[in-house]
C-alpha cells in the first residue's frame, strides 16, 4: 500500500518550505515594523465559538473533531433513524478546526480583554481548514496571514494598512493594484435608488460584477425585487469612470441625499488624501464594484490584485464595527486585511520573483569524507565554518567520489570541498563550485572567508 | 457566556509568542547550519497512516475528524447496540490529527523517496495533538522540534546530533548533561542473563529505574517471569559506576558473550570518542537505565536533562533501523532527535534565560498624535524610521497625552517621541525613554539613529 495524505492537503518539501519561509517573514518583518505584534491561537476551537458565524454553507465547511471516549453512547436510534448527520454531529463532536483567524481574534480579544492595551494591533499566520472540494488552488489546509487592528475607529489604521499592503509587495517584487471601496457608499447607493430593504442583495450582486457582467447583474437584480426605476437609477453609480478624484466629485453629487453615504465617501477620500501626501507607492482604485462576500464589513473595503499575473485577489479586508459583539463585547471597531499566501506562492512562483540566492535548500559546503585523518581534519574544519555562519556537512560515510558528488548535486549543495593527504599536508583544501565547475586552493585558516 | 478554549489548548499572547520564536529560531539556526532542511506535512493524516503506530493507548488518544458529508449512514442500529466507541470511529471518521511528527517523517519518506537525495536530513517544527487528560504542563496541542536523517547508518549521524543538541543549548544559555545509552547493549544485557526473550520487558522496567527505584524494578521483572538468577545477574550491571570509560571497560567484560551487546559497546565508544576529539562542549553520561519508552529505537539512544532546573527531559531519541518499513520501504535506518518546545520555555522563563532586548512585545517607538501639521510630520519621520528598520507607530488619534502615555506604558513601548508646533519649528523631536524617564532633544535628520 503507497502511503498517502487526506485529498486537499498537501506536503511541503525543503524547497517549498524555504519560498513560504521567505514569504512569510517578509509579511512578518513589515507588520511589526508597524507595531503588529504575533498571537497565535488552538487549531482547535470549541464549535460554540465557530457554528453560525460563517452561514449555513460555513457550518456544513467545518472539520469536527470526534468527542474522546465513549462518544456512541450521544447517540440514539432516533438520530440514525431521522438521518440528520448535521445535526448528530454536534451530539459527538464540541470541538471544530479553525475555519479562519477571525473569529478566533475576535474570541481572543474578549477572552483577553483585560490583558490587552486598546488599540490592539496583532498579527496572525497560522494554517485553517475547510471541507471545501478540494480543485486546483483551493486545499483544505492552507495558511492565512491576518493582520488587524481593534479599539480605533480612526482612519490613521486604514492608512498604515495601506501602507503595509504597499510595503509587503514591493517588498516581493509584485506589481499590484489595491482597489478599494466602503460599505458607506453601496448603503447610500442602496439608500438613494430607494431600496435600503435590498442593500444586501444589491452588494451581493454588485459584488458579481466583474465576473458575470451588467445585463446578468441587472436579471438578478430584477429577480430579487428591484423594479426598472431602481435599475436604472443604479446604472450610471455602477459605471462611473475616470480618475479616483473624478469618481468622488461625481459620488457627492449622486449621494447628496445619502448621510451615510456622503460619510463613507468623506472616509474614502480622507484616506486617499493621506496615501497621497505619504507618497504611499501603490495603485489604488476606487471600485464601486467591490463588494465582498462577507457581511461584517461596515467601512473600508480592501482587495488587491497582482498586475501582472493572472490570479484571484491576493489580499483583501475592511473595517467591521462589531466584530467581537458576538462574543458579548461591544462597541470594539476593526479593521484588517488577510494576505493569501497560497496565491501569493504561486505568482511569485510564475513570475519567477522568489530571490535564487535564499532558495537553496541545503547546506551551502559539503565536505567530501575520505574517512580516518581526513574526516578528522574536515570536522574540524567544519566547526570554524558553523561558527562564522555558513552551513556545511561532510558526507557520512567514506563512499566512493562519484556518490559523494552525484550526493551534492541532487541536493544542490553550491560547494563541495576536498580534503585528502596533500591538502592536509600543505593545509589547504580543494574547493569546487558546482555550478560552474570552477576550482581553486583555498588555505585552511581562510576558508570561511569565501564562503561569507 | 465568556468565550472559551477547548481544554488542554493554549492562546498565545505576543510575549509568548516571541518567546516561542526564540527558541524556534534558535533550533532552526543550529539544524540550518548542520545541513538539515525543513518539511512540513499536513495537521491530518489518513487514519491508516496513524493507527497502530503508537500502541492500543495511542489509537485512542488520537484526535478524529469526523467525515463530512452524511457521516450518519454509515453507522447502524448494531453498531449502537454494541456501544464499542472506539470500533464505530473508524466507521465516520477517516482522518486524524498527527499524533507526533515521527510516523508523517516516515510516511513523507516513503511517500516521496523518488525525489529524495538520500541521506535525507530534515527538521520539522510543529503541532502535534494528543486527547491526553490535560495537566500541568501537558497539553492537547504542543509543539516538536525533530530533527532526522535517514538512509545512512553511519555513527557520524549521531555525533552530528550530540554536536546540535551542545550547540542548541549552549545558544539558550541551558547547561544540559545528555544521557546516552544503546538500544544493542539493552540488548546484550537481556541475553547475557539468558533472558532474551523477555528484552522488552527488561528495558522497560529499566527505564523506570530512575523512578521506581530498584527493589520495585526487581519486582516487576519478578512479574514478568525472570527468576532469581537473572535479577542477581542484571543488578551489578544497572548498578555500575565510575567514569563514562570505566562503565564501558566494565561492559565489555559482562557482555563478552554477546556479539550485539560488545557492537552497543563500540558504538557508544565511538561516538564518545568523536565528540571528545572534536572538543563538543556537553557533558554527556552513560546511563544504562535510559531506556525510553519507544520500542523501536535499535542503537544510540539520546536523553537531555537540564542541570539547575527540575523538569523531565527537556530532549531525546535515539536511531531506528526500520522506521519506513511499516510503509513498504525497507532497510532505510534513521536517527534522530526531538527538542521539547514546551519544557525548554518552561526552563529558560524560570531561569530567567530569555534575552530581554529581544521580548519587546512592541513597537520600539511610539510617536504621540497631536493631529493636523503634527501628525503629517510624524507620519513622514515614522516613513524614514522604518525604513531604517525601526519598529514604530503613532497613536491613531489625538487623544489626551496621559492616554497616549499609558498606551506606551501598557504596551511595554521604551521609547515615546513628541512632536509639537515648537518640535516643528525647530525641526527636533522629543525623545522620552519609557523606563528611565530619560528625556532629549534629536534632530529630525538623525532620528532614526539614536534608535539603532
Chains 1, 2 share one sequence.
Not at 468527542?67 to 451530539?91: C, I, P, V, Y
Amino acid at each position: 500500500m503507497k502511503p498517502s495524505i487526506p485529498k486537499g492537503t498537501r506536503d511541503f518539501s525543503p524547497v517549498e518550505m524555504l519560498r513560504r519561509r521567505y514569504i512569510f517573514d517578509t509579511v512578518r518583518k513589515v507588520f511589526e515594523l508597524h507595531g503588529f505584534m504575533p498571537i497565535e491561537t488552538p487549531s482547535m476551537e470549541n464549535l460554540s465559538t465557530l457554528l453560525g458565524k460563517y452561514g449555513d454553507e460555513g457550518d456544513k465547511l467545518l472539520f469536527k473533531v470526534l468527542n474522546s471516549g465513549d462518544f456512541l453512547s450521544s447517540l440514539t436510534a432516533d438520530d440514525l433513524a431521522e438521518g440528520n448527520s448535521n445535526r448528530s454531529a454536534l451530539k459527538i463532536s464540541d470541538k471544530g478546526l479553525r475555519y479562519d483567524l477571525t473569529v478566533p481574534f475576535a474570541r481572543y480579544v474578549v477572552q483577553h480583554q483585560s490583558e490587552i492595551a486598546f488599540p490592539f494591533k496583532r498579527y496572525q499566520i497560522q494554517p485553517v481548514w475547510r471541507a471545501d472540494r478540494p480543485q486546483k488552488g483551493r486545499y483544505r489546509e492552507f495558511f492565512q496571514c491576518d493582520v488587524d487592528v481593534v479599539g480605533s475607529d480612526s482612519l490613521l489604521n486604514e492608512v498604515e494598512l495601506v501602507q503595509i499592503v504597499a510595503e509587503v509587495f514591493a517588498e516581493l517584487g509584485i506589481f499590484v493594484t489595491l482597489k478599494m471601496n466602503n460599505r458607506k457608499i453601496l448603503y447610500g447607493i442602496a439608500e438613494t435608488i430607494g431600496h435600503l430593504d435590498k442593500m444586501v442583495d444589491i452588494t451581493v450582486a454588485i459584488d458579481k460584477l466583474e465576473k458575470i457582467g451588467m445585463e446578468a447583474v441587472e436579471v438578478e437584480l430584477t429577480g430579487k425585487g428591484l423594479d426598472k426605476t431602481a435599475i436604472e437609477a443604479l446604472r450610471p453609480i455602477l459605471e462611473l469612470t475616470g480618475s479616483n478624484a473624478e469618481k468622488i466629485a461625481s459620488l457627492r453629487k449622486v449621494l447628496a441625499s445619502s448621510s451615510v453615504g456622503l460619510k463613507g465617501v468623506d472616509e474614502i477620500e480622507t484616506v486617499f488624501g493621506y496615501c497621497e501626501r505619504l507618497g504611499v507607492a501603490i495603485d489604488i482604485e476606487l471600485d464601486l464594484s467591490l463588494a465582498r462576500g462577507l457581511n461584517y464589513y461596515t467601512g473600508a473595503i480592501f482587495e488587491v490584485k497582482a498586475n501582472d499575473f493572472q490570479i484571484g485577489s491576493i489580499c483583501g479586508g475592511g473595517r467591521y464595527d462589531d466584530l467581537t459583539g458576538i462574543f458579548g463585547l461591544k462597541g470594539v471597531s476593526g479593521v484588517g486585511i488577510s494576505f493569501g499566501a497560497d496565491r501569493i506562492y504561486d505568482v511569485l512562483l510564475g513570475l519567477d520573483l522568489f530571490p535564487k540566492e535564499e532558495m537553496v535548500a541545503s547546506s551551502k559546503v559539503l565536505f567530501v569524507n575520505f574517512g580516518g585523518e581526513d574526516e578528522r581534519v574536515a570536522l574540524e574544519l567544519m566547526k570554524k565554518l558553523r561558527f562564522s555562519g555558513i552551513s556545511c556537512e561532510i558526507y557520512p560515510d567514506a563512499a566512493k567520489m562519484k556518490k559523494q558528488m552525484d550526493y551534492a548535486n541532487k541536493r544542490s549543495i553550491p560547494y563541495v570541498v576536498i580534503i585528502g593527504e596533500s591538502e592536509r599536508n600543505s593545509r589547504t583544501a580543494s574547493v569546487k563550485q558546482m555550478d560552474t565547475g570552477q576550482q581553486w586552493s583555498v588555505q585552511f585558516d581562510v576558508l570561511d572567508a569565501i564562503f561569507e
